[in-house]
């Protein structure tokens, strides 16, 4: 298997240069979305190896993606109420269409290519046709997640656009990012200086993940083809990125990261499999419980670590989902809403075909409903709140750590 041939490379990576006792309780997902959580104390050639909450050593062979949470390692990529990211001191956050986000410098480049110091990276000529979006930070400014631009600006009719820092957009076609930015529109090309931009989106279609991403707490994220070392000298990153002409992977090279402060918070070892439940189509929704009417399920995009959002369903109603094709299983946890009230209490059924997949009921101070089931590919899933003993009345639920597992195929 890939993930087994990666399990080789990553031989005594964080076991040296991350000790057990500092690393908090990582959730590691296995091949068929069960969940295992310890605090991490390797990745060798048995898979994720972890110390259980009782203190036994339990290894993960199989694992598809592993995650810190983030209420263990700080909120450094939760954005919650306030949609920010953490500060960096390169210019620019800037998204490819693969996943991957860079903590950039931007050079004065050709037409053609997007030029950039990236960090850890180095110097790296990316076309902008992978490129999907660039936020301008500075030094100390906090900035305003990439992610979410890059969903906005693919709403906004086909066309690039670039925000300037007096709240003008430009839009049509951008032709070049480097000192000066170039946009072509129908009354001709603009210029404007990049001192000028607070954020430019490009609405290109998205390419398929590379083989592993690799998520750090300054705020990028990592395309590699295999990921190892630990210890003194870091870790070592064989990384790539996608390429629209051949429809194959770029070599970056090989990279050692050794910054302190930028701790490895998640690695996604199987991305072409997962999609985030978050992102999945809302294909309809009604009230439940005697409620007369609702609003939909609530996603606000692009700011949890491995892009797991929370979905909330703000009361008892009946939503249907529409799954990918070759979806196998769905996994996830339902927990009352964060300002859960005394008369909290409801059930949540997941249903498939007219079969009931999951049930668990939801109350204050409750544990949590964590599933994992087996789903049909291309069909609705209906999420279904009813409410409980005391009426729909705070019966507010959300599904969180939501995962969508595809079918193995023959590329891995």
């Known amino acids: 298997?890939?993930?087994?041939?990666?399990?080789?490379?990553?031989?005594?990576?964080?076991?040296?240069?991350?000790?057990?006792?500092?690393?908090?309780?990582?959730?590691v997902w296995d091949g068929q979305l069960g969940v295992v959580r310890g605090d991490?104390?390797?990745?060798?050639?048995?898979?994720v190896r972890l110390v259980d909450e009782h203190g036994l050593d339990v290894s993960v062979g199989d694992a598809v993606a592993m995650v810190l949470p983030e209420d263990r390692a700080?909120?450094?990529?939760?954005?919650?109420?306030?949609?920010r990211v953490r500060a960096t001191t390169f210019e620019a956050l800037v998204t490819l269409t693969d996943g991957q986000v860079w903590e950039a410098d931007i050079l004065d480049g050709g037409s053609d290519d997007l030029s950039l110091r990236v960090r850890w990276l180095g110097r790296v000529d990316v076309p902008l046709d992978v490129v999907r979006s660039v936020v301008m930070v500075g030094g100390e400014a906090d900035a305003f997640d990439a992610r979410i631009f890059g969903a906005l600006d693919e709403e906004m009719g086909g066309l690039?656009?670039?925000?300037?820092?007096?709240?003008?957009?430009?839009?049509?076609t951008v032709l070049s990012i480097g000192d000066v930015v170039e946009v072509e529109g129908d009354s001709g090309t603009v210029r404007v200086g990049r001192s000028s931009v607070r954020r430019i989106g490009l609405?290109?279609?998205?390419?398929?993940?590379?083989?592993?991403?690799?998520?750090?707490?300054s705020g990028s994220v990592i395309g590699a083809r295999g990921f190892g070392g630990g210890g003194a000298s870091g870790w070592v990153i064989e990384a790539v990125r996608g390429d629209v002409d051949k429809g194959d992977l770029v070599e970056l090279g090989k990279v050692v990261v050794s910054d302190g402060g930028a701790v490895l918070v998640g690695v996604e070892f199987s991305p072409n499999r997962l999609v985030a439940f978050s992102s999945l189509e809302v294909d309809g929704y009604v009230p439940e419980g005697g409620r007369r009417w609702t609003v939909g399920p609530g996603v606000y995009p692009g700011g949890s670590r491995l892009g797991l959002d929370d979905v909330v369903f703000p009361g008892p109603m009946v939503a249907r989902f529409v799954l990918p094709d070759g979806a196998v299983r769905v996994?996830?946890?339902?927990?009352?809403?964060?300002?859960?009230?005394?008369?909290?209490?409801?059930?949540?059924?997941?249903?498939?075909?007219?079969?009931?997949?999951?049930?668990?009921?939801?109350?204050?101070?409750?544990?949590?409903?964590?599933?994992?089931?087996?789903?049909?590919?291309g069909e609705d899933l209906t999420v279904r709140v009813s409410a409980g003993a005391y009426g729909p009345v705070e019966d507010r639920v959300v599904l969180g750590l939501g995962w969508v597992l595809l079918g193995e195929t023959d590329g891995g």
């Open 203 to 217: 609405v290109n279609p998205g390419l398929g993940a590379p083989p592993m991403r690799v998520w750090f707490s």
């Open 331 to 377: 996994s996830g946890v339902f927990r009352a809403g964060e300002k859960a009230g005394a008369w909290t209490d409801c059930r949540v059924r997941l249903e498939q075909g007219g079969e009931v997949l999951w049930e668990g009921r939801i109350r204050r101070g409750a544990e949590a409903g964590a599933f994992s089931v087996k789903v049909d590919g």
């Open 40 to 47: 991490l104390a390797g990745i060798d050639e048995r898979g």
């Open 74 to 83: 700080g909120k450094v990529l939760r954005l919650g109420d306030v949609h």
């Open 160 to 172: 690039d656009s670039v925000a300037l820092e007096n709240g003008d957009v430009v839009r049509g």
């Open 1 to 27: 298997m890939v993930f087994r041939a990666l399990l080789v490379l990553l031989v005594g990576v964080l076991a040296g240069g991350v000790r057990a006792s500092d690393d908090g309780a990582w959730l």
